[in-house]
């Protein structure tokens, strides 16, 4: 359930303030991770850069862009940024003999087609990357690909409706170095879940949205054996003005009833138009204090 964990950091801040309940919501250049299809809901050129800082020495970054012009075909790209700082290489007594450099990486790559005026289908590639450089022994290094199929449905004016499968036969391959400097292999995939989101505008200006997640876990090559639902994220965001929007959410509740992590969040538009936008986000962390 570790592989790819840093990809459960999502991609943007918006997301990010409404406790991730986004895959029906998005409509910007970070559909690349949340919901490919949706990037037929984008307009033009857009890109974004994101820093997430965590507790424990934890960073996240991105940086992502879409282009649709004639709405016929959109695409996005987008990276993936993940790293810990201030790792000590330790004895087995605890003497510290150096720092652990570390980097996780995936490179996106999202399509989205409209087949008809409510709905679009979508799809997203993964490439992974990471390594772990550790004093005396060297790097280790992993490579991995995944897939994302996604579908969009505009099921009235105001509601929204998207269904994918996330990390379809998606798997990554470490070569590990140990100190008599021989390599290990070892494969491990990624979960593949079912991931759903609605939204809805009751009021102009107002969108209330939610996320279901559904493990999907391989028994058979070729037969998914459907778990109970894993996680739930809830969220709103309300437009206040052209230069302002509040949204809050509460992001990953899960099965065993509990509260996940809650966030709020708000876009400042400074001249008062789209073309520049600045995010803010806070989440609270249930892994550091």
Known sequence: DFTGAFLQGGLGVRSAGMGDAFSAVVDDESGSYWNPARLTKTVGLNSSASLRKMSLGRVHASIATSHNTRGELAFGLAWIHASVADLKARTGSGEVYGDLTNSENAFLLGLGIPISKQTSVGAGIKILRSFI????????????????????????QNTEFSIGIKDLSSRIQWMVKSEADKTNKSTSSLRTHIAIGVSHSPVPGLVIAADCQIDAIHRRPTLFKMSPVSAVSVGAEWKISPMLTLRSGMGQIDSDNKLGSLAFGFTLRPMRVDTVQLHYAYISDNIGA
Do not use: E, F
């Open 133 to 156: 450089d550790v004093p005396q022994t060297g790097a280790s290094k992993s490579t991995g690909r995944g897939l994302d199929l996604y579908l969009n449905h505009t099921l009235t």
